[in-house]
Structure formats: C-alpha cells, structure tokens
C-alpha cells in the first residue's frame, strides 16, 4: 500500500481526547474542511456543523478518507439556535471557528435579505450560545471584501475601510462590529477576525476541495472545469484595466495555508487575555487574471479555452494583502505557491470528473 503522507492523525489520535475541542460551523465547506485536518493534525477535536446548504456529501466521504474515521457531524442550521443550543449541550466546546454563511458576492445583491437573515443571524445566535456556555473563543471568517476598493496596495489592516460594494461585504463589516462591540462589552470572549484573500487550490491528496454547485462563479472552479471540459471557455472579465497585462490582480492563496492560520489564530488566542483582531490572511502579493490561467496551463500542461469578455460589475481592479501582522503576530506564513496551488485544483477536478 503506498503511504499518504497527509495521513497524520490516526497515529496521534489517542491524544486528543486531552485536547480542546473546537466547535467547527461550515465544517463540510470548502474552507472548512481543510480547516477541520489541520485542527486534526494539531491536536485538536473539530466537531463539524453545517446545514448543506452549499455544502456536498463527497467532501465528507473524502474528509473520511483522508483521516481514516468520519469526523463528529451535526446538521443544523446556525440560525436554528434551539437545535444548535442542543450541539452545544452536547459537546460543551472550548472554542468556536465560525466560517457557516453564504458567501456569493453576486447572489448577495439580488438576496440581500437571505443574506443578512443568514449571516448576522447565525452570527448572533453563535455568540448568544458562547456566552451562555461560557465558551470565550471565536476565530471569525471574514473576507478582504470589507475594505472595498482600498486606496493604497498592499492593503493594511488599518487602512480605512469603504463602503462594502456588496450586501456580502456588509454582512461581513456588520459582523466584525458586532464582535468589537461584544469584545468590548465581555472582555473574556477573545475574536481572531481572518480576513481572507482569494483561497483557491485543493488538498494535496485530490480527495477534497472546492465544489460549486451549478456554473462556478469564482476564476480558478471556472479554469479547472473548462480544462474538464464541462465549461466551452474562460471569460476573462476585461482587459482594459489599469494593470500590467489589463486583467485584475487577487491575491490568491492555497486552502491549507488558510487553514492552517485558523489553528495559528486558536494558539494566539490562547496567549490572550482579551483580544479583537482583524487579520489579513493572503500571499501578499498580487497575480493577475492571465497570469493564473497561464500558470494553470504551464504547470498541468493542460489548454484552458480564453476569450476577452467585458468587465464585471463590482469587480475591484487590484487587491492584494499586507500580511505582515498575521506573520509577526500568529507566527504564520504561506507555504505553497501559485503553481502548486493550480496543480492540487487540477488534481481535484480530475478526481471529481473521475468519481
Ligand atoms: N474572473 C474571470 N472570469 C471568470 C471568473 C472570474 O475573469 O469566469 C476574474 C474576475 O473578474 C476577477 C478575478 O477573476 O478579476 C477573481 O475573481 P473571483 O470571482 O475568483 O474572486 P473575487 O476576487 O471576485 O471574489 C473573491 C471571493 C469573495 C470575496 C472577494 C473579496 O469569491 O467571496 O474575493 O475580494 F468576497
């Protein structure tokens, strides 16, 4: 039998009973998952909740696979507070990571309110229960959305936030006011604020990673299933910005590297007495559209389908991050690079075509 050399967790299972168990909400998601090996590979006990609302059975399989037993699963809606009151009961956890929430810029603008129910809602109902169970740390997803489009690159967490562009950006700026606020209030509750850049790429092994249900709307899904031949072609969103080659810069970042600073951000937390700190979780530094695709193409010598298309509406022109704090203070950095992070994609949709 070949070894899989992401199997790390059954060998120092027996550990964790001892360990911190940390309530994982949007466990079954795209980020969430990884997140839920990463706490596995450093000794914590992740206990998955989600309601499937955009989450898919395979990543479960896949996550069981990887770790060689089927990780603890609630179903349950966030915003159903009796019934997640009752996984509190149950697993009396000692710390939350909160990633459930609907995260579609686009279908936020035309579900404002679903997105505002879901996302403050199952927000307030998490931060009702911790302090009902006295549960005082919470690692918050949030998104470098809630800087809009920021003046000067890389951007800071200290530069000046402009209105979201979005109602997803609102939920996400209305969140992490809610949880200065209830720092301030309840100095005992201690909130890591992650705001991530462009997560993007799989699991090395290809058994997890991201699934969009129906047309993908984010670049690297769309890339991968026009190179499956699911999708005829790659629009790009305009060439005529103000950058080098004319397509938008992201800063795009590997899933493991962001899961891995959800684990840095629970041992930071840990060294606190009280804290609400937002952090900027990206490479730092900024590719643009044609560089992703070219990069796809040279590193899995696989052809993408290209046409220049007009540009989308609400698109930033450059965003990239400086992650400077998350470094110095979380002792995190990035790993993998934009290349590895296409090949694990790429590794993940021919196993999905496959399967
Ligand atoms: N793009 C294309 N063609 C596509 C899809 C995307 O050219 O088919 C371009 C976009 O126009 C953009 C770049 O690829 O220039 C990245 O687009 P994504 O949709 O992958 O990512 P965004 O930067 O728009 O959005 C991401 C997350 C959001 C988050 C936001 C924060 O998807 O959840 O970053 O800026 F809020």
Same mark, same amino acid.
């Given at each position: 039998?070949?070894?899989k050399p992401w199997v790390k967790?059954?060998?120092?299972?027996?550990?964790?009973?001892?360990?911190?168990?940390?309530?994982?909400?949007?466990?079954?998601?795209y980020i969430?998952s990884h997140t839920?090996i990463e %706490?596995?590979n450093?000794?914590?006990?992740?206990?998955?909740?989600?309601?499937?609302?955009?989450? /898919? &059975?395979? #990543? *479960? $399989?896949g %996550?069981?696979?990887i770790?060689?037993?089927?990780?603890?699963?609630?179903?349950?809606?966030?915003? /159903? &507070?009796? #019934? *997640? $009151?009752?996984?509190?009961?149950?697993?009396?956890?000692?710390?939350?990571?909160?990633?459930?929430?609907?995260?579609?810029?686009?279908?936020?603008?035309?579900?404002?309110?679903?997105?505002?129910?879901?996302?403050?809602?199952?927000?307030?109902?998490?931060?009702?229960?911790?302090?009902?169970?006295?549960?005082?740390?919470?690692?918050?997803?949030?998104?470098?959305?809630?800087?809009?489009?920021?003046?000067?690159?890389?951007?800071?967490?200290?530069?000046?936030?402009?209105?979201?562009?979005?109602?997803?950006?609102?939920?996400?700026?209305?969140?992490?006011?809610?949880?200065?606020?209830?720092?301030?209030?309840?100095?005992?509750?201690?909130?890591?604020?992650?705001?991530y850049f462009n997560p993007i790429g799989a699991h090395p092994s290809g058994l997890i990673g991201e699934?969009?249900?129906?047309?993908?709307?984010n670049l690297v899904p769309y890339i991968t299933?026009?190179a499956a031949?699911?999708?005829?072609?790659?629009?790009?969103?305009?060439?005529?910005?103000?950058?080098?080659?004319?397509?938008?810069i992201r800063d795009y970042i590997h899933v493991c590297d962001l899961a891995n600073a959800h684990v840095?951000?629970?041992?930071?937390?840990?060294?606190?007495?009280?804290?609400?700190?937002?952090?900027?979780l990206g490479q730092g530094m900024g590719n643009s559209v044609k560089e992703v695709v070219d990069t796809f193409v040279r590193v899995n010598a696989t052809?993408v389908?290209?046409?220049?298309?007009?540009?989308?509406?609400?698109?930033?022109?450059?965003?990239w991050a400086?992650a400077?704090?998350a470094s110095?203070?979380?002792?995190w950095k990035t790993e993998r690079s934009l290349a590895e992070s296409l090949k694990d994609a790429w590794k993940w949709q021919k196993q999905l075509?496959?399967?």
């Open positions: 039998m070949t070894k967790v059954r060998a120092h299972s027996f550990i964790l009973r001892s360990m911190k168990k940390v309530l994982v909400t949007g466990g079954a998601g969430g839920v %706490l596995l450093h000794g914590y006990i992740p206990v998955i909740v989600d309601d499937f609302s955009n989450s /898919d &059975k395979r #990543v *479960l $399989k %996550l069981e696979e770790l060689g037993f089927a990780p603890s699963l609630y179903r349950c809606d966030c915003t /159903d &507070k009796a #019934v *997640l $009151k009752k996984v509190f009961e149950a697993e009396m956890p000692d710390a939350v990571i909160h990633f459930a929430a609907f995260k579609a810029v686009g279908e936020s603008t035309e579900q404002p309110v679903r997105y505002y129910r879901n996302n403050i809602d199952s927000l307030l109902c998490v931060l009702e229960l911790m302090q009902e169970f006295n549960v005082c740390e919470l690692v918050f997803s949030s998104s470098c959305t809630v800087y809009g489009q920021p003046e000067t690159l890389p951007v800071h967490e200290k530069c000046e936030q402009k209105p979201a562009t979005s109602p997803y950006g609102y939920t996400k700026q209305v969140c992490e006011r809610i949880l200065t606020d209830a720092t301030t209030a309840n100095p005992t509750l201690r909130c890591a604020l992650l705001r699934l969009p249900y129906g047309v993908p709307n299933q026009t031949g699911i999708r005829e072609k790659l629009i790009i969103h305009g060439n005529d910005y103000a950058t080098p080659d004319g397509t938008c840095k951000a629970l041992e930071w937390l840990d060294t606190k007495v009280s804290a609400c700190e937002a952090f900027n052809p389908k290209v046409e220049i298309g007009p540009r989308r509406a609400g698109d930033v022109e450059q965003v400086d400077s704090k110095s203070l979380l002792q075509s496959i399967g």
